[in-house]
């Protein structure tokens, strides 16, 4: 089956994965992810992210449901679906003695199509056609005829923001020394692995998922361990595998990180689906928030009808008060005539939309309450 990028990637319908003793980690969810687009998976811990990873990347059967990577079962067709995937998991476990180098030879020979070192690059007809552009503007120079890498700007390829990628008439990161020049672990070649650092290993575990230029990539917390800039470099290095068309399926703790770089994500809570969609989307449907310093002399009952605003709900906390709205714009609105009409200035006022991290705790807090809720149900 032929996959065009205006095509599911991924298609995952109705999944199910049962665990022995009867233990349903995932409970029939439904998603798809599209060419070029990167996608969170997010979730507490035991919410079923790894479990429905696994599937995804062919290492289990599910118990019900259907999965297609590329248009294949990546169970069924692993030796299809695998050579066209890249999978960077929580832990690499690489032999400790082995150098950097050695590690990434290593691993290029299981790698089905990753090129030799020298080797020169060759075309690839599943990239973009030419003349596409990227989404955003890329500064580049050349490397290898058409390989590019950005400008050299902080540590990973030599660049605080590299945008890796090539055109549809150009070979891709293949060789070990590629990818390890890409994650700035050039110059640490020769190094033996157990004398890394455990950010330098999760750059390492990235490096190696990036052989054999994937289609698809699967990155398990991909910068946990990294330090700031560390994990800025390589939201960008996702940026610009994602601006070429690969497709980047990703896990994480961080939320800010889900905000920042997933096209869509879907939230996992108990093995179910609790929301899915953009980040804004998600944020949106949770309330906005106010906070202003009553002033001098008045109350809170000196305030017009907080209802009459759109205001869901509020709190106090000595002379500050702070405002829940799903109706922001009116809210403010609302509030600033007010205060302009009273002669009075709304002391550290703060104006803000919810934060994918306010969206995800009071999706899990809702799910968390009607799960209880039947369960109680149940019991009576």
Known sequence: MNINEHEHVIEVTDLRRVYGGGFEAVRGISFSVE?????????????????TVELLEGLARPAGGRV???GHDPCAERDVVRPRTGVMLQEGGFPSELTVAETARMWAGCVSG??????SLSANPRRPPAGRALRRPVRVIARRRSALVAEPRGRFGNAASVRAGRRSAGGGLRTGSEVLELVGLAGKAGVRVKQ?????????????????????LFLDEPTTGLDAEGRRDTWELVRGLRDTGTTVLLTTHYLEEAEGL??????LHEGRIAAAGTPAEVTAAQPARIS?????????????PLADMGVSGHEVDGRVVRLRTRQLQRAATGLLVWA???????????VRSASLEEAFLGIAREASGAAEKTAKEYAA
């Open 35 to 51: 060419r070029g687009e990167v996608f969170a998976l997010l979730g507490t811990n035991g919410a079923g992210k790894t479990s």
């Open 68 to 70: 297609r990577v590329l």
């Open 114 to 119: 990753a090129r030799p070192e020298g080797q």
């Open 196 to 216: 890394l650092s455990g950010g330098e290993r999760r750059r390492l575990d990235l490096a190696l998922a990036l052989l054999g230029d994937p289609e698809v």
């Open 262 to 267: 997933a096209d869509r994500l879907a939230i």
């Open 292 to 304: 202003f310093e009553l002033p001098e002399g008045y109350f809170l009952g000196d305030l017009p």
């Open 340 to 350: 302009e009409g009273a002669g009075v200035e709304l002391r550290r006022l703060d």
